[in-house]
């Protein structure tokens, strides 16, 4: 077979490294911009999503299903009257330790009273324990809450006292104390249905046991130093005892105030002390000097001998007389 000829001579620089400006790649042009109908279309949608998670979390926040962080100086501790009279030391330590270590796990519960100031509804022991930590470290200045919107100042109270019973149960003396002052306050009309709307889970029996515990409430409130250790039975027997003789809760108040008790079991000792009857007084024995004439019944009279005897006599000194006088002393004949 007959060689074919270069017409050109060979390229000396066909192996060498591409120059910079590279390859042209007409078969592959750029993407062409989109339709402007498009960025419109996709402008739009954004602002919807955006628009709709805006909105969604102004409803959490409105429904108290948001949890917002605020001052720890916004929050009126003393909006509600509280149910809970005093924490456990131990208790109260423990959830300081807690927070410390973990941060605030629960939110508390909150209402906005105006621009930048919210009353508490329930939470009390996690805000004081906040402020002890933010006291000692500096460091929780804020609390964790969610919102609440209480259609009116009962539902408010409901939900601090549910949250009490459900995490620590309150005593009988507190579940009455709040029942009461939320009476005080106008919350409800009477006590029947402040005990009808707080417990409205109890029974009917606990609510009973719980009306019995207003009289305490009523009289001795501010007055007793451990309320929480009323028991249930020395505290309904106070109860009925206080509804029976209006006087004795001055008595006890007075008893209460100069004992000044030490702890529950010296403050019971004196509430019992006032529950006991009275003594009676011992009656002195009459003395019947010798000769002396004593009338025992209308028509028996006694006169005293010098040796100490006795002698009966009178209209009534009679058959039937003797025979019963024998039988009262056992004998039937002398």
Known sequence: MAKRKRLTPARSDYLETPSR???????????APPA?????????????????????MAQARAEGRMVVALPLTAIEEHYLVRDRLSADPEEMSALVESIRARGQQTPIEVT?????????????????????????????????????????ASDAYLAMVEENEIRVGLSY????????????????????????SLFRSASRAKRSKIRGY????????????????????????LGKALEADPSLAARLQKALTEGAPGDA?????????????????????PKIAAGQVCTLTKDVRMRVGPDGGVTLYG??????????LLKAFGSSGA
């Not at 590279?22 to 993407?31: D, I, Q, V």
């Open 214 to 237: 207003l009289p305490v409430v009523s009289a001795l409130d501010g007055v007793l130093r451990f309320p929480q250790a009323l028991g249930e039975r020395i505290g309904v027997r």
């Open 36 to 56: 402007p109908i498009a960025a419109v279309a996709s402008d739009a949608s954004a602002s919807a999503a955006l628009s709709e998670l805006t909105e969604s």
């Open 265 to 285: 079991e010296q403050e019971q000792s004196l509430i019992l002390a006032a529950l006991a009857p009275p003594r009676a007084e011992a009656v002195p024995e």
């Open 315 to 324: 209209p009534g000194v009679n058959d039937h007389f003797r025979t019963k």
């Open 21 to 31: 400006a590279g390859l042209e790649t007409k078969s592959m042009p750029f993407a």
């Open 112 to 152: 906005e009273l105006e621009a930048g100031r919210y009353g508490l509804i329930s939470g009390w022991r996690r805000l004081r324990a906040l402020s002890a930590l933010q006291e000692e470290t500096g460091r929780f200045d804020t609390v964790l809450a969610f919102l609440r919107r209480p259609e009116d």
């Open 173 to 196: 003396y507190e579940r009455a104390r709040i029942a009461d002052k939320a009476v005080a306050q106008g919350v409800f009309e009477d006590h029947k249905k402040a005990l009808l």
